[in-house]
């Protein structure tokens, strides 16, 4: 397991020890994951939070009618999982697949307390992560109703300039919330521009 990644992550918003550290590693989890692979089920126990160590991954909510919405994407160096199953409902109501080859960090819920009783470091270092995502969240919901299509695209494609090699068009539309014909002609619009 390589914990390059992850602790660069951490140190950018906390400064830890080698103490810190290698209790981090110790309690992490390497799971490599492949293409299209099926992570997270829906229904399923959540145990761990996620960090994303090589590769892109995508959560999403399906619903009655066997639509799929996606929720998220996270790229290397990102965090994922649902919060919802990690507090006091212990099923997801999400599922989380590969969109590529890459690896996982897991960090499982049952020593995520050890660790945050034992170096308050890494409840600052969470807290603070969470509320990062927490204003991503928000500011993709306010750029869902007042970015046109091409600006939300465009966004998106900054966000993550490679992803669309690896996913299906309907995939990233549910994500931008629009169809994928919308989709395809928002794209050829900024193309012949």
Do not use: C
Not at 117 to 127: A, D, G, I, W
């Amino acid at each position: 397991m390589n914990s390059e990644i992850i602790l660069a992550n951490i140190n950018q918003l906390v400064q830890i020890n080698n103490a810190e550290a290698y209790f981090l590693e110790s309690i992490l989890i390497s799971r490599p994951f492949r293409q299209d692979e099926l992570i997270i089920n829906s229904g399923d126990i959540a145990r761990y939070v996620m960090f994303v160590n090589a590769g892109y991954i995508m959560s999403f909510y399906t619903d009655a009618d066997g639509n799929d919405h996606v929720v998220q994407f996270a790229a290397q160096n990102w965090w994922s999982g649902d919060l919802f199953s990690l507090s006091d409902h212990p099923r997801t109501i999400y599922s989380t697949k590969g969109l590529t080859e890459g690896e996982l960090l897991l960090l499982p819920r049952s020593a995520q307390e050890e660790l945050f009783s034992r170096f308050p470091k890494f409840e600052r270092y969470f807290r603070i992560s969470f509320q990062n995502s927490l204003i991503r969240q928000q500011m993709r919901l306010i750029e869902g109703y007042t970015l046109t299509a091409e600006e939300r695209y465009i966004k998106f494609q900054e966000k993550f300039p490679t992803i669309d090699r690896y996913i299906a068009q309907k995939y990233i539309a549910s994500y931008l919330g629009m169809t994928p014909e919308f989709l395809s002609r928002t794209r050829k619009k900024i193309l012949s521009k």
